[in-house]
Structure formats: structure tokens, C-alpha cells
């Protein structure tokens, strides 16, 4: 069997932000990002899939060990993000706006290199039940 198989694991994680432009007045970022410019910053209930495709390893019949997968997960992105101020705890969103694009690929080029290169990687990120971002597109 040849065929690939595309397996999901999902995880959850809590996490405040503001999107905003310092160069901006607050009404012109209120204007643009709504109330996720809120200056005193306010939370999302974050839904992530991680989506990792390829053929089935023909002894163990598993593309990935989903609970290896659910490690890298937990340890690259849970730990990292979950709980905390993305605009003031995190390095990677000092200085780029914590939106779910770019938490997408944040969250892509933390778990990647931990990823067999032979298998393909999706992330899907849900900042609300409605808005969800898929990388790469
Ligand atoms: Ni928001």
C-alpha cells in the first residue's frame, strides 16, 4: 500500500493577544483589527489540528504514532503558548502581530524540524469557532 494517509491530532490552548500597529492611532487599530486591538488585550480559546500526511509504515501500519505526535505538540506549542500573553510573554510575537496567520506558521516552523521529512504538514488554527486559518495554504 502506497497510498497516503492524512492523520489529525488536536490540541488545545488558552492565550491572550492584541493586534496593532504601534505606529497607529487607537481608533485607526480599533478601525482595522476590531476588538482584538483592545489595548488592555483579551483571550481566545485556540483550536489547533496538526495534519500530517504520508504512506503508512508497513510494519506498524502508522503514517505517524499519534502519541509521539501529541508530545511534539504538547511540547513545542501547549507549553509555549498556553495561559500566556502571546503580545508580552512570548519572543516571537514582541515584534509581529500575534493574528492566527501568523500564529499558524509560528506554530509550523516550531513543529516541522521535530517531523519525519518524508511526511507533509498542515496546520489548521481556530481563533473562534467561525475564523480558522490553514498553513501552508
Ligand atoms: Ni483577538
Known sequence: MEQKVAVFRKEHFNAA???????????????VFGPCANPN???HNYELIVQVNGVPD???????NTKELSTIVKEEIVSRFDH???????????????????????IYNLIRPR?????????????????????PA
Not at 493577544?17 to 478601525?31: G, I, T
Not at 500566556?84 to 509560528?106: C, H, M, Q, R, S
Not at 517531523?115 to 473562534?128: G, V
Open 17 to 31: 493577544h492584541r493586534l496593532f500597529c504601534a505606529d497607529w492611532s487607537d481608533e485607526k487599530n480599533m478601525q
Open 41 to 43: 488585550y483579551h483571550g
Open 58 to 64: 508497513p510494519i506498524t501500519g502508522f503514517v505517524i
Open 84 to 106: 500566556k500573553n502571546l503580545n508580552l510573554d512570548t519572543d516571537v510575537f514582541k515584534n509581529l502581530n500575534p493574528t492566527a496567520e501568523n500564529i499558524a506558521i509560528v
Open 115 to 135: 517531523i519525519d521529512k518524508a511526511l507533509d504538514l498542515k496546520i489548521r488554527l481556530y481563533e473562534t469557532e467561525r475564523n480558522f486559518v490553514d498553513y
